[in-house]
DNA sequence: TGTACATCAGTGAACGCGCGTTCACTGATGTAC
DNA sequence: TGTACATCAGTGAACGCGCGTTCACTGATGTAC
């Protein structure tokens, strides 16, 4: 008997929701990254009020003193991965050789925010998901969640920037340049959605990187 | 009060659920039509069994001397789906000029194939998330509910096809043929996705088909 | 330094909702004799 | 041609679940005097 009880108690044990103060101290940023962990592990459907404020350990209606709403949250943690996705695109670029030739900087430039766009759909799936969901019609932040990396810089402007380079390094005519991130952007999102959970995970998941790197070539040089 | 009454009645009027026998007819049939349409207005997540057998003025269990599941009634309406964007790629084939040289025949044949698939994300937006989902695995049909249209292929198979023409009349080299279905597919996949519902929704939505044909050009070259 | 009081972050209980699914049933259909 | 009966497609009622959200509340905190 006792076993029993002590085992249906432990699951929930990693992060007791007792508290010993009344107030929290601060709910708005547990729930958030409640709200996270949840997307983490189902994408944007997971990302359930009274889940996040059960891992707070605090009454449902709690949340309500720092989210309008379940959306609110939601959009609070859309904010977080797609800055997470800038963290990742940014990870990438400080890995380049400074010293390369402008062109070869230029493209390197480009294909480091694909890649790290890549590697971070591949290793959050669900926060992924969340970040490009398909009622996800803004990228824009707020001030108090921005969608921006250390940088400053959000996923798209990053891009846009690496696409920048290119024409300024005198490697794409300048003619070309206006709507050249629609057509990266599809490419290398197309190809995280079709692996990350879609028709392709199985055959070509394994082989990410370099399946990533063959799409890249393509952009390179189709653009 | 008898207004308000009449007015509450009315909404559901347009198709009575009203059944003269007691047998029904053709549920199975009519319950994925239902289907089909919740996924045509909400995407994946409104196919709703209560809701379907609602529509076919059915009791909510009776669903179940058709479907196993919930899940099996999307899998039919994927599968549906499926077909659907395969009947659209073959008519964007239908439209070449058989009389064209090989080479240009073949290079026209990808872009149709693209060019179908990116007209139905834009004209079914619903269903075609729905073909696509995150967690749709497979592309593969059943007897009962195949994936392919008319002439029996389903889109990805539909997309090699082409390909393989593109190595035929000597465009592409043949060492450039494996997984050059996964690049070209990532490419419109991902412009679908992120206009159809997403980000670039409102920017890039209007422009469709020219973006479009400014991707295939990308890929075209690319490949 | 001490006290009164406004502020506000949490609680407790409840609401209505809609879902998928199961149970024991009933009525229509088609087939064997 | 008529009847008994098996088959099976539907019904009716109910289940347990979990959700978002609202209400009136209570207890802790910080500030003004």
């Known amino acids: 008997m006792d076993s029993v009880h002590i085992s249906l108690e432990m699951p929930k044990s990693a992060k007791p929701p007792v508290r010993e103060t009344y107030r929290h101290g601060d709910l708005r940023r547990?729930?958030?990254?409640?709200?996270?962990?949840?997307?983490?592990?189902?994408?944007?459907?997971?990302?359930?009020?009274?889940?996040?404020?059960?891992?707070?350990?605090?009454?449902?209606?709690?949340?309500?003193?720092?989210?309008?709403?379940?959306?609110a949250l939601l959009q609070a943690v859309r904010a977080a991965a797609l800055s997470a996705v800038a963290a990742a695109m940014e990870a990438e670029l400080a890995r380049l050789a400074a010293d390369l030739p402008p062109a070869d900087l230029a493209r390197a430039s480009v294909r480091a925010v694909g890649t790290g766009y890549l590697r971070y759909a591949q290793a959050e799936p669900g926060l992924f998901r969340t970040a490009f969901a398909a009622s996800d019609k803004f990228l824009k932040g707020t001030p108090e969640f921005p969608t921006s990396g250390p940088g400053g810089?959000?996923?798209?402007?990053?891009?846009?920037?690496?696409?920048?380079?290119?024409?300024?390094?005198?490697?794409?005519?300048?003619?070309?340049?206006?709507?050249?991130?629609?057509?990266?952007?599809?490419a290398v999102h197309g190809l995280a959605m079709l692996v990350i959970d879609g028709p392709l995970a199985a055959p070509v998941g394994p082989q990410m990187y370099q399946v990533g790197q063959r799409l890249l070539d393509m952009v390179e040089k189709g653009l």
């Open 30 to 71: 547990t729930l958030l990254e409640a709200g996270i962990d949840l997307a983490r592990a189902g994408g944007p459907d997971a990302v359930v009020l009274r889940e996040a404020t059960r891992r707070a350990g605090v009454a449902p209606n709690a949340a309500y003193r720092h989210f309008a709403s379940r959306e």
């Open 153 to 186: 810089l959000n996923p798209y402007e990053l891009l846009g920037a690496a696409l920048d380079k290119l024409v300024q390094a005198g490697v794409m005519p300048p003619q070309r340049r206006p709507g050249a991130e629609v057509l990266a952007w599809s």
